[in-house]
């Protein structure tokens, strides 16, 4: 098992910047790939960006060039720098993370981006 705890999602103006955090714990494993996705109300859950533990990173197009993606396999800690923040990044944000074990979720983060 595999136990994930998402924190930084806050209330900010358009334009502005966050970083969230998710940090695992349990049996991560060596190889895994730590991913957030977001939701909104009546809306499916959407990929966002993914990292593995080898360090290769992928982004949705619609967060490309905006957001970015860091870990510290140290820590079992994954980032999502999401700067230039649109209304429509507003979302509850979940980390997932995949191993060989099993697929694994938080219990996610609210973004709000406001106008």
């Known amino acids: 098992q595999v136990q994930l705890v998402e924190s930084g999602g806050n209330l900010v103006q358009v334009g502005g910047s966050l970083r969230l955090s998710c940090v695992a714990s349990?049996?991560?494993?060596?190889?895994?790939?730590m991913s957030w996705y977001r939701q909104t109300p009546g809306k499916q859950r959407e990929w966002v960006a993914a990292?593995?533990?080898?360090?290769?990173?992928n982004y949705a197009d619609s967060v490309k060039g905006r957001f970015s993606a860091s870990r510290d396999n140290a820590k079992n800690t994954v980032y999502l720098q999401m700067n230039s923040l649109k209304s429509e990044d507003t979302a509850v944000y979940y980390c997932?993370?995949?191993?060989?074990?099993?697929?694994?979720w938080g219990q996610g983060t609210q973004v709000t981006v406001s106008s």
């Open positions: 349990g049996r991560v494993l060596s190889y895994n790939v």
């Open positions: 990292s593995d533990s080898g360090g290769l990173t």
């Open positions: 997932n993370i995949r191993n060989l074990e099993g697929d694994y």
